[in-house]
């Protein structure tokens, strides 16, 4: 579900979804806001800064997700992050809990007075290390302390937390395995980090909805690999690798 304003970057995203092969019926138009935008700059580095207008998407309603209802109890993940009201995100989490399909809730971007239920609706927490430090107040430095804030997150009620540690990998903890357990990634040289974050849940969903039968390290380890290969390309959506790009193994 999207909302994009009725101008040039709004047709441009639409053309865009159905090019490849994402469905549109969800996605509105109108006038009363701008396209969301999302400003970028990239230092030599690849570490990148974002400037978030988030526009039309705050006008998604209540009453758009009413329209969806049958679709999202019908699908067998639901992500949610919060480029959205906070409040419409919740809803539909919700509506995915209720209907029993599994949830992944990626607190981007991040507010520190989070509502707790976030944390109660959610089936995979996942977030990196500076949204981790917003919403527990411990520094996200090392692996160390990517476990602290994750078992405070635990402690919120989430069924399972992964903090994404950009090139370090991530750390794992569910309710049932509560230790730590850190999930390196590959080396690699970055050109561009931005949407990396995005590669990889985008990446776990898939996991979770294709290879439910997978543990959740091994979907964690292969989303890392994928969100690699992301980083070693210019641009957000254009840096995500086809399927046919990838190796035979993660899959």
């Known amino acids: 579900m999207h909302d994009v304003g009725k101008d040039s970057f709004g047709d441009n995203y639409i053309e865009n979804f159905k090019s490849n092969g994402v ?21 030599d580095e ?27 109890d019908c699908a067998k993940v639901v992500v949610c992050q919060l480029e959205i009201r906070p409040a419409i995100t919740l809803e539909a989490l919700k509506i995915a809990r209720k ?15 989070l509502d707790p239920e976030f944390y109660k609706e959610t089936d995979v927490f996942c977030c990196n290390e500076t949204e981790a430090e917003i919403l527990t107040g411990i520094e996200v430095c090392n692996v160390e302390n990517a476990g602290k804030a994750g078992s405070v997150l635990l402690e919120k009620g989430c069924g399972s ?41 985008g990446a776990l969903a898939f996991y979770m909805a294709y290879y439910p039968s997978l543990e ?32 035979k193994e993660l899959f």
Do not use: W
């Open 23 to 43: 469905s549109t019926v969800y996605v509105g138009q109108t006038d009363e806001a701008s396209t969301g935008v999302a400003p970028i700059t990239v230092n």
């Open 161 to 201: 937390v992964i903090i994404t540690l950009g090139a370090e990998g991530s750390v794992l903890m569910s309710r049932d395995k509560r230790t730590p357990h850190y999930i390196p990634t590959k080396k690699v040289k970055a050109v561009d980090t931005t949407g990396a974050g995005d590669s990889f849940v």
């Open 46 to 72: 690849g570490q990148n800064a974002i400037v978030i207008v988030a526009g039309a998407n705050l006008l998604l309603n209540s009453e758009d997700l009413e329209r969806a209802s049958k679709v999202i």
């Open 99 to 113: 209907a029993g399909v599994k949830t992944i809730f990626n607190p981007a971007p991040a507010i520190a007075d």
């Open 216 to 247: 959740l390290e091994e979907m964690n380890r292969r989303a890392c690999d994928i969100a690699s290969v992301s980083v070693q390309s210019q641009g957000t959506q254009s840096s995500y690798p086809y399927r046919a790009q990838l190796p």
